[in-house]
Every structure is written in C-alpha cells, then in structure tokens.
C-alpha cells in the first residue's frame, strides 16, 4: 500500500470514507448493531480517530520549473491533493508566478545561481524537477520554402547551464535540506549522441540531461528518473501506460504521453517504495487501446533498472 496509508481498526468500513488515504479493518468478531452503550463509546472512538487522521502530518513537495506546461500540472495536482500535501513551486520570474496564481508557495529563483534557490528548499520533504533548457526557433523561417528551420538557445540559457548545472545545484540543495526524495523528469533518446535533438541549437541537450540522471543516481537520495516520450497537451489518465528502458520503446509505435500523465506519475512516485531508485522510459497506448493504469504500485514494480 502507498506509504502514506494509514490502518484504523473499525466495525463501520463507511467511516473513513472521506479520508482517501485511510484504509478500514472490520473485525471478525464486530456484529452490524450494537448495544446503545456501544455505540456511544464506538462514536468516541470515531471522533477520536478522524481527528488524529486530520493531524497527521502531510509531505512538503516542491516543484522546479512549476511555470513551465507540464509543472504547473504538477504543482496544481499537488494543489488539488492538500490532505497529503503542502505544495511549494519555484519559478524564474515573477512573470511566471503570476501565470500559475500562486501566492507566499511560490519562490523566484534562477537553478543557475545555487544561492538564489536555497529558500525555496527550506522544510521540504520532496523535490520534482521539471526544469529544462528550450531551444526557440530562429525568425525568418518559411515552411511554404520548405527545409527545416533553425534554433538557438539564449545567451546564459543553454543545456550545459541548465539542464546540468542547474539541476546539479536542485540536487545538492534538496541534499543539504534532507529531502527524502527526489523525482527527475528527463527525456527518452538519451542513449543515443547522435539524436536530432541533440543537433537543436548545438545544445547537446540529451547529453547534459543523461549527465544530471547519472549525478542524481550517484546522489545516496531516493530517487524517480522519469524519461518521457513526446509530450502532449492532451487529457490524462485515459491510456494505458508504459515503462520501458534505454529507449526500446523508441522503436515502437508508442513514443509519446500526455503532460498530464507524466505529472500524475510524478506524484504517484511520491507514494509507492517500489518507484524508489528507479530510472525508466515512459509513453502510453494509443487512446482507446488497452486498458487505463491505475494501478500505479504495480507499473513500478515492472521496474528493475536503477539507471
């Protein structure tokens, strides 16, 4: 079970229903009335244990790059999910903080500048990054012409920078603060030097990212690496989802996923020992083919990579 889960001994499974995350026991000996006696002293009980429900403590996450399309999905779950957890983002400009309507949860800082990050990361039990450098398109590119067009990357803004250093300093900053996880979002095609993306911009940008992974797993933290196939801006948790390992799934029909299911992923690795020191590809099925995952516990025991 998740390890958030917590077990109540109960002779009413209805009880807990509120509280997602709480599991009820019924005895065997518990009879489906009691006597008047009992049941007041049963009413106590309930009482008493909803309210240590309530009080139990929730995991603080912060989420990097929490401007960016695929974190603000994650940072908003979390959001959504405030009986688990205390949601924290970190953005790059204040312009971004506005975008996500956040409000004292959201910190400015810039991943290249290892000071400037640092108090976002105070009291944090859990780190997703979801930083990554962005190449953009050079202008004067008509595709009535054909040919391909152009990219560069922004002075100060290229992979090495942020995608390696940057993450580098998240890394030793979740490791000074003891966090107890950390998930990393990176990309499939790392395997291979010669992937097209590598050639955007002459940013080398699976290179860097492979060399963040390999820092992290050498780190002693917990952690999720999660490669993604090409992201989507569709809906989420209506595909059947699959895991994969240095890039096989690249050779298939399946080499993407929806945004919204990498952040889902993301979160449920939070829950589950079985997504700890774990490093994997992740795409989906087709809409409409196979059956939805909801079993997430049982997708990361398909896991047995470490990197």
């Known amino acids: 079970m998740p390890m958030s889960t917590r077990v109540f001994l109960t002779s009413s499974p209805s009880i807990f229903h509120r509280h997602c995350n709480y599991r009820c026991v019924v005895p065997s000996s518990s009879k489906p009335s009691l006597p008047e006696r009992g ?7 309930v009482v008493v244990a909803a309210a240590m429900a309530d009080s139990l403590p929730r995991s603080t ?23 688990q957890y205390v949601a924290k983002g970190l953005v790059r400009t204040e312009e971004s903080k506005e975008k996500i309507g956040a409000g004292d949860d959201v910190f400015i800082g810039d991943i290249r500048d290892a000071e400037s990050i640092i108090p976002a990361f105070q009291g944090i039990d859990a ?5 990554s450098a962005v190449p953009k398109m050079k202008p004067g590119f008509d595709p009535s012409k054909g040919g391909r067009p152009e990219f560069y990357y922004e002075d100060g803004a290229y992979p090495e920078q942020v995608d390696w250093i940057g993450q580098k300093n998240q890394i030793d900053a979740a490791k000074s603060a003891g966090v107890k996880q950390i998930v990393l979002v990176g990309s499939m095609g790392g395997t291979n030097p010669n992937n097209p993306l590598n050639s955007l911009g002459n940013g080398n940008i699976l290179i860097w990212k492979r060399k963040a992974e390999q820092y992290l797993s050498e780190s002693e933290i917990p952690y999720t690496i999660i490669r993604a196939g090409g992201l989507q801006d569709k809906e989420g948790g209506i595909r059947e989802l699959l895991v994969g390992k240095d890039d096989d799934l690249l050779q298939t029909e399946t ?28 795409a989906s099925k087709p809409e409409g083919s196979g059956t939805p995952t909801k079993d997430f516990k049982a997708l990361f025991s398909q896991i047995s990579t470490r990197f």
């Open 39 to 45: 049941k007041k002293q049963f009413r106590r009980l």
């Open 61 to 83: 996450v912060l989420v990097t790059g929490a401007g960016g399309r695929t974190g603000q999905i994650v940072y908003k779950k979390l959001k959504e999910r405030a009986d």
């Open 127 to 131: 780190l997703v990054i979801l930083t």
């Open 255 to 282: 080499r993407t996923i929806a945004r919204a299911d990498v952040a889902e992923v993301c979160i449920q690795a939070l829950q589950y020992e079985e997504a700890k020191f774990k490093a994997f590809d992740l």
